[in-house]
């Protein structure tokens, strides 16, 4: 085989290939379940890659004998003839997979990775996945060993030392080529069939990716990947200040020695700060607290350091004076009929679903007897987003909200977020009581590992909210 024909070989071969990892990629690009018709395109790659090999291994074992190969050809055979049997597998197993994924998909309708709530995860997709992974583990092998008796390209062919000159030789002879071109052309056809093998495993790498949004792993895998993720987590301080909410009420306390005289230390009177305070908004306040450290400690902190939230009551009370006193949605501030600004379109908190529709249950149960569908892997990943935890989560509109000057500046979205992180503080607090365990009724000890389940979905639930921090620990 010349150089024009193999080029021209492989760049059918390559363009066949490159359509199904194009259209692999949209897949997970769009989230759309192409799956079946996918395998079914890389099936025709397979047989082409599975049939070259098959009739390159029988003239080799024909060429060298069936039993005693020369030391210079023995992993060559080898390789070949592992790229052909598997190659053939890999194609029944292409259309077997068209087929089960058909099966499934017609039954229970999935169209997108997380979002649906038709979708059905299944542990068989993971028995698929496995089946890849081996698959291109007997590929990967086959290229590794068939390495060491063939050149590193193919413009290596064409100055070949002499034993593998008259290795290749003896396999041209055998398929017919004569010539001066016969040890160049056949060490092209066999590293051609190389190269083949390497694009079909970098084309099951993509489809097998396909099976992650619907693969489920079974509950000892699903315990082990949990706990591991949780603990890189607190290796790598990933559950530090994780939240939007940070309460800008926390003053630093003024020692006695820093205190000179100044407007700050006059505000550090209780009855001097009620009375400027109320000519002023509540947000004014905040604002003016802001200017500095010593002006936050004087505002917020008060005279005496076990007084901070007296200080901080007294001024709600006395600022913003008139009718009509009420909170800020997102940040929890005083805000009057004055500076309360209203808006809407913002979305609705989701922690406190998580709250009444998830209940606990200890390992052992978790472990023996938990017939509930696994949390998405995303949902396990990255257990700080809501959205990937709750199948069933409805993220609506919470109509007009009342807020205050600085949370009506920022956009919808990080209203939301800077609720749901005050909120999940305020659900540390309900973390701290004795839990029971919702199987077995077993109260479940301080430190232990608590597995929720969605009651709603009657799926996992692995969002890190459930978790009590450390700062929170009773």
């Not at 086959?142 to 063939?150: D, E, F, I, M, N």
Request: hydrophobic share 40%; with cysteine.
């Amino acid at each position: 085989m010349d150089w024009e024909s193999v080029k021209t070989f492989l760049g059918l071969f390559s363009a066949l290939v490159a359509a199904v990892l194009f259209f692999s990629l949209i897949a997970i690009w769009r989230e759309k379940q192409w799956t079946g018709r996918l395998r079914m395109m890389s099936g025709c790659a397979q047989f082409i890659h599975g049939g070259a090999a098959i009739h390159l291994y029988s003239v080799l074992r024909k060429t060298f004998g069936s039993d005693e190969f020369a030391p210079n050809s023995r992993a060559l055979v080898i390789s070949t003839g592992i790229k052909g049997i598997v190659g053939i597998l890999a194609v029944a197993w292409s259309i077997a997979v068209a087929y089960i994924v058909r099966k499934h998909l017609s039954r229970h309708q999935v169209s997108t990775y997380y979002k649906t709530k038709t979708k059905k995860a299944s542990r068989g997709y993971f028995y698929l996945f496995l089946v890849d992974v081996a698959i291109i583990a007997c590929l990967a092998v086959s290229v590794a060993y068939g390495r060491t008796s063939l050149p590193p390209d193919l413009l290596g062919c064409d100055d070949l030392p002499l034993p593998s000159a008259r290795l290749f030789f003896r396999i041209g002879r055998a398929l017919g080529e004569e010539g001066e071109d016969a040890s160049p052309g056949t060490c092209r056809r066999v590293l051609a069939t190389q190269m083949m093998t390497i694009i079909l495993m970098a084309v099951m790498v993509v489809q097998s990716a396909l099976f992650l949004p619907f693969m489920n792993l079974p509950v000892s895998l699903r315990a082990g990947l949990f706990f591991a993720v949780r603990l890189l987590r607190t290796l790598f301080c990933l559950d530090r200040n994780k939240n939007h909410y940070k309460d800008i009420e926390m003053g630093r306390d003024m020692d006695k020695k820093d205190e000179k005289k100044s407007l700050a230390s006059v505000f550090r009177e209780s009855d001097i700060a009620a009375n400027i305070s109320s000519h002023l908004h509540y947000s004014d306040v905040v604002n003016v607290s802001l200017s500095s450290k010593k002006v936050r400690s004087a505002v917020l902190a008060g005279p005496e350091k076990d007084r901070h939230s007296d200080r901080i009551e007294l001024l709600a009370e006395s600022s913003c004076e008139g009718m009509g006193k009420s909170q800020c949605w997102g940040c929890a501030r005083v805000i009057c009929l004055g500076c309360k600004v209203l808006k809407e379109n913002v979305k609705d908190t989701r922690t406190m679903q998580h709250m009444t529709d998830c209940h606990a249950i200890c390992t052992r149960c978790y472990l023996l007897r938990a017939p509930v569908e696994p949390a998405p892997l995303g949902a396990t990943l990255h257990p700080d987003d809501i959205s990937k935890q709750l199948r069933t989560l409805q993220n609506e509109s919470a109509g007009q909200v009342e807020l205050c000057s600085h949370c009506s500046t920022l956009a919808p979205d990080d209203i939301t977020a800077l609720r749901e992180g005050r909120e999940k503080e305020a659900l540390q607090i309900a973390l701290r009581r004795r839990l029971y365990c919702a199987r077995c009724e077993k109260g479940l000890p301080r430190g232990s590992m608590r597995w929720w389940i969605c009651h709603k979905g009657n799926h996992e639930c692995h969002w890190a909210g459930h978790d009590v921090t450390k700062k929170s620990r009773w």
